[in-house]
């Protein structure tokens, strides 16, 4: 039921496509002007969070929408950097499974899910964050991919080897 619930979540995030859009660019700009680590630094991924919270009031905490993010909240986020890192780095895996046609929601996604929710307590709403995140950086890594042209058979094996055995 869990995992459901975070598949119906992401899939509102995805329709948050204004937000996704600028998001998008903004994810983008940092990725053509920045090595990979540095988009993974605390800064990068703080702004990033800061961003999904200045626009959470569009998302779905469990079955009701989000409330918008306090000032608090942006300023001291209710995620870990760590958190918001995973479900970054996992984004750029999702979306390389997408661009290559496998099956990036059971393989890479839920996983996610499933251990942000082993980790510890994680609200609804600290959930949505994760999960909004991980749908603004997937959504600007796989365009980008999409403009370099074709998954490779080679980049296909590859992650098919190093996501998570279909379930």
Same mark, same amino acid.
């Given at each position: ?59 779905r905490?469990?079955?009701?929408? %989000? ?8 300023a ?8 918001a ?14 661009? %290559? ?49 074709? %998954? ?16």
């Open positions: 039921m869990q995992d459901a619930r975070a598949v119906a979540a992401f899939q509102r995030v995805g329709r948050l496509t204004s937000f996704l859009g600028f998001a998008a660019l903004l994810v983008a700009g940092q990725a053509s002007a920045q090595p990979v680590d540095e988009l993974f630094s605390d800064a990068s991924v703080l702004r990033l969070t800061r961003l999904v919270l200045s626009n959470l009031g569009k998302a905490c469990g079955g009701a929408p %989000c409330a918008p993010a306090t000032e608090a909240e942006i001291a986020p209710p995620v870990t950097l760590d958190q890192r995973l479900a970054m780095r996992t984004a750029v895996a999702s979306a390389n499974a997408e661009h %290559c046609g496998l099956d990036w929601q059971q393989r890479s996604f839920l996983p996610m899910v499933r251990e942000l929710r082993e980790g510890g307590r994680l609200s609804e709403r600290q959930m949505a964050i994760l999960t909004m995140l991980h749908g603004v950086v997937q959504g600007a890594t796989v365009n980008s991919a999409r403009k370099d042209g074709p %998954c490779s058979a080679a980049m296909k094996a590859a992650l098919d080897t190093e996501l998570a055995p279909a379930r």
